[in-house]
């Protein structure tokens, strides 16, 4: 068993202060109350706050640890009268936010593997449990522990991010629906060749440039999956490249139609499928039907969540998969916003791949978790880069030793989602206060 490497983790002591461990605060009038709470079943760490809601102050302990290794940090949490935990609660191990969960009403772990950085990085050499924000709040921190752990295994993947033209080569509208399966099955091709572990096409890809005589309605373009024409084009090219497909179609289940994103395996079987659940209001006249969930795809490689075109209006949808433990967003759309890509990428920690038609200069891409762009083309063919996952989240409050990059923030958003934040929006929306 690996040594306990925080100092005093009983918090055993006879003065005010356990021995090893401090206190510290922003300044004097902002110290939450402190308090060693001291029971047979073992000592607890108490703060309080102080009545004043923009109070902050921290128990610190000193870390020794060694540059470069990985370790696994742990601490327990009581808490009453705290409103918003994720926001009021943090524990730090050398810099980095350990992540928090529920055990039960009002008991929470915190934990998080992580690289120990160098001397200097701001509080590398401290283990840090801190009350904020709660005016009447008062939370109990025990088991602390940083223990030392073999480096996690890391996945290699290639993923790729189709572009399809709107015309083809001689810059005409694409001739009919079997020439642009030809084009999809010569796409899949090149990314075969280029060994993609993923590949992701357009949204809607079976009529991309299609003329109106045969694109007239997603009643007649749709097909059933599996066994249409292209979802059949999708699972033989998988098979045949051992490759992750990934494309937006029009399918029709039953007597609904949806606006698809479906994804074959490496061997050429579906191993799922998102619905987009915000079809603008003309895909709504024609008859398709909304997407009621959000799935994340568990790959051989990471985990990825998916979106549809005008989903990408709601970065909600992108906060939720990181949530949920997602690498990669896959979006598959005919128009881009690739500012909002970017900036979705960076503000939550994952890779995107975002594949388009080509009209106007568009791009399709790949796009670090920092939010740079990686790889892009801007004509038939295939944008592709290789990714490490788990995703890289080179931010600093997820990794300290990067500097650079917005903070990905999933541990410290509010509670607006489920609030008043909401609920007075959708009042204002319903007409309840005039603006």
């Known amino acids: 068993m ?38 047979g079943a073992g000592n607890k760490l108490e703060i309080r706050g102080n009545g004043d809601v923009h109070a902050m102050g921290c128990y610190w302990s000193p870390l020794a640890l060694e540059q470069g290794k990985w370790y696994h940090a742990k601490v327990c949490a009581e808490t009453e009268n705290i409103d918003e935990p994720l926001y009021s609660l ?14 039960g009403p009002n008991s929470f772990i915190f934990k998080k593997r992580f ?31 940083v223990t030392e752990i073999p480096p996690p295994e890391l996945r290699k993947a290639r993923i790729g991010a189709s572009m399809l033209m709107h015309v083809d080569a001689t810059g005409d509208p694409v001739e009919d629906m079997a020439a642009n399966r030809r084009r999809i099955a010569d796409n899949l091709d090149t990314a075969g060749g280029l060994k993609c572990d993923l590949i992701l096409l357009p949204e809607c890809c079976q009529t991309i440039g299609v003329g109106y005589t045969e694109n007239e309605s997603v009643e007649k ?38 606006n698809t994103l479906v994804i074959y395996d490496r061997s050429g079987q579906i191993m799922g499928r998102y619905d987009k659940t915000h079809p603008t209001f003309y895909e709504a006249e024609w008859g398709i039907s909304c997407g009621l969930e959000y799935p ?23 906060r939720y998969y990181a949530y949920k433990g997602a690498d990669l967003i896959l979006h598959s759309v005919m128009g881009s916003y690739i500012p909002s890509w970017q900036s979705d990428a960076n503000a939550n920690g994952v890779y995107f791949a975002g594949s388009i038609w080509n ?15 990686l790889s892009e083309v801007s004509r038939d063919g295939v944008a592709y880069a290789d990714l490490t996952f788990p995703a890289n989240r ?20 509010r509670y607006c989602a489920n609030g008043d934040m909401l609920r007075e929006y959708a009042s204002m929306l319903l007409g309840e206060h005039k603006l």
């Open 90 to 103: 943090a524990a730090h191990a050398a810099g980095s936010f350990l992540s928090i969960s529920g055990t």
């Open 115 to 145: 690289q120990a950085i160098g001397p200097g990085a701001l509080n590398a050499d401290k283990f840090q449990l801190f009350l904020r924000c709660s005016p009447r709040g008062r939370v109990l921190w025990s088991a602390p522990s």
């Open 394 to 413: 080179v931010y600093f409050y997820n990794n300290p030793s990067a500097y650079y990059g917005w903070p990905a923030i999933h541990h410290e958003m």
């Open 359 to 373: 009209r106007e200069g568009r791009r399709s891409m790949i796009i670090d978790s920092d939010g740079a762009i």
């Open 221 to 258: 373009t749709s097909e059933t999956v599996p066994g249409g024409p292209v979802s059949s084009i999708l699972s033989e090219k998988a098979r045949q490249y051992g490759m992750y497909v990934a494309a937006g179609i029009y399918e029709r289940r039953g007597k609904h139609i949806f």
């Open 2 to 39: 690996s040594m306990n490497l925080v100092a005093n983790p009983e918090f055993t002591g006879g003065g005010l202060l356990p021995d090893n461990w401090d206190t510290s605060a922003p300044r004097e009038e902002l110290m939450p109350g402190f308090g060693v709470v001291r029971a």
């Open 296 to 318: 994340v795809f568990e790959f051989d490689f990471g985990k990825a969540g998916a979106s549809i075109c005008y989903d990408q209006c709601f970065p909600e949808i992108n």
